[in-house]
C-alpha cells in the first residue's frame, strides 16, 4: 500500500522533472515563407551572405549570425536531420562559436534571446533607430554593448566553418536524411 504522503512526493518530484526545452524559433517576419523546408531556405540565406560577406551590411550580418545560431540550435535535435553529417553538424556548432565570440556573446548564452537579439537589431539597423538597437542588443546577451556589436556587424565577422557545415549537412540530407 502506498502511503499518501509518498504518493503526494512522488507526484510533485514528477511534476519537476525535467522537461525538453522549447524549440528555438525565429522570430515571425524572419522566417522563410512559402518553402516546404524553413532549414533549406536559412541555409540558402547563410550561404549567400557569407559567400560574399560586404562590409558596411550590419543587418545582413545579424541575419545570417541569428539563422546561424537557430540551425546550431535546431539542427541536432531534428528527426529530419537524423541522417545529418556528424561532421557537418560538428562544423555547424564551431561555426555559431566562432560567430559568438565575434560579437564577444557568451558561450553559454541561450539562443533564443541571441536570435532575438540579431533579428530586432536587423530590422532598426535598417530602420536606422538607434533606440530599438538599443534594445535589441541588451548587454546581458551582448556584453559589448549595442554599438560595438554593430561596429563588428558591420567589418563583417568572418566565419571559417559556416561554408564547409553547409555542405557537409546539404550532402548529408541529399544522401539520405529526411
Known sequence: ??????????LFLAGCAAEAPAPVTLPAGTAPRGILDETVAVGQDIAAFY???????????????????????NLPTSPRMAGAS???LNQLQ???NEARS????PARAPAQ??????????AAIEANDTAAIARALPRGTFPLGPDETVRRLA???????????????SVGRRGGGT
Open 1 to 10: 500500500m502506498i502511503r499518501p504522503a509518498a504518493f503526494c512526493a512522488a
Open 51 to 73: 559567400r560574399r560577406p560586404q562590409p558596411g551590411q550590419p543587418a545582413a550580418a545579424a541575419r545570417a549570425i541569428a539563422e546561424i545560431e537557430w540551425l546550431a540550435a
Open 86 to 88: 556528424p561532421a557537418g
Open 94 to 96: 564551431l561555426a555559431r
Open 102 to 105: 565575434a560579437l564577444g556573446i
Open 113 to 122: 534571446p541571441v536570435i532575438n537579439g540579431l533579428a530586432a537589431a536587423a
Open 155 to 169: 567589418a563583417p565577422p568572418p566565419n571559417r566553418n559556416i561554408m564547409g557545415a553547409l555542405q557537409a549537412l
